[in-house]
């Protein structure tokens, strides 16, 4: 099992910044992708940020521009640096990550979700 422990989030005004963090623990043989997704209320869940092991990244078009994934590899941790934040980006954020286990299965867990508000 791997655990993903989120934390960063909280109410920030428009034109602000925050950065989220996500730390994996557990039995990890090879984190091949960590990220982040976020679900606004009413709305599906969709993909922020990723970065994989080799550090190739892919942003939602909503983001780029504004947004900075990384990642410590020897942590296993993902951050995502969020600039001139908006009100539209008022969501539940969560982690992601896909694990790689020796037996050649990748595993996909979600963290628990962090709040994001955006708001005057």
């Known amino acids: 099992q791997v655990q993903l422990v989120e934390s960063g989030g909280g109410l920030v005004q428009p034109g602000g910044s925050l950065r989220l963090s996500c730390a994996a623990s557990g039995s990890i043989f090879r984190i091949n992708v960590m990220g982040w997704y976020r679900q606004a209320p009413g709305k599906q869940r969709e993909l922020v940020s990723v970065i994989t092991n080799g550090g190739s990244t892919n942003y939602a078009d909503s983001v780029k521009g504004r947004s900075t994934i990384s990642r410590d590899n020897a942590k296993n941790t993902v951050y995502l640096q969020m600039n001139n934040l908006k009100p539209e980006d008022t969501a539940v954020y969560y982690c992601?990550?896909?694990?790689?286990?020796?037996?050649?299965?990748?595993?996909?867990?979600w963290g628990q979700g962090t709040q994001v508000t955006v708001s005057s």
């Open positions: 992601n990550t896909r694990v790689a286990t020796t037996r050649g299965v990748e595993v996909v867990y």
